[in-house]
């Protein structure tokens, strides 16, 4: 397992941007590949974006594809949320996870980020 800390959340205005961030401890990063998760109060916590190990593969959930971009510094040991053209349906707590590339399940959560969008 690797420990993982978000960071960047905050309050935003529709259509306005904001970055997230996810630190990774360890010295193995790039033996993982990294995502974002969010969920919003009383909802189920659902998929947001991916990116593999060398950065080179991502998706995205249907309803943020074209609006966040998923990325990563392996030399830093942080993988990135960008998302802009925020909606108020975007509100949520962001969690980042972790899934070493031999396992079909992710086994690493950071707390959360609350991201909230205003009208």
């Known amino acids: 397992q690797v420990q993982l800390v978000e960071s960047g959340g905050g309050l935003v205005q529709a259509g306005g941007s904001l970055r997230l961030s996810c630190a990774a401890s360890g010295r193995t990063f790039s033996n993982y590949n990294m995502a974002w998760f969010r969920q919003a109060p009383g909802k189920e916590r659902e998929f947001v974006a991916r990116i593999v190990r060398s950065g080179g593969l991502t998706n995205y959930a249907d309803s943020v594809k074209g609006r966040f971009t998923i990325s990563r510094d392996n030399a830093k040991n942080t993988v990135y949320l960008q998302m802009s053209s925020l909606k108020p349906e975007d509100t949520a707590v962001y969690y980042c996870?972790?899934?070493?590339?031999?396992?079909?399940?992710?086994?690493?959560w950071g707390q959360g980020t609350q991201v909230t969008v205003s009208s």
């Open positions: 996870a972790a899934r070493p590339y031999y396992n079909d399940a992710y086994d690493s």
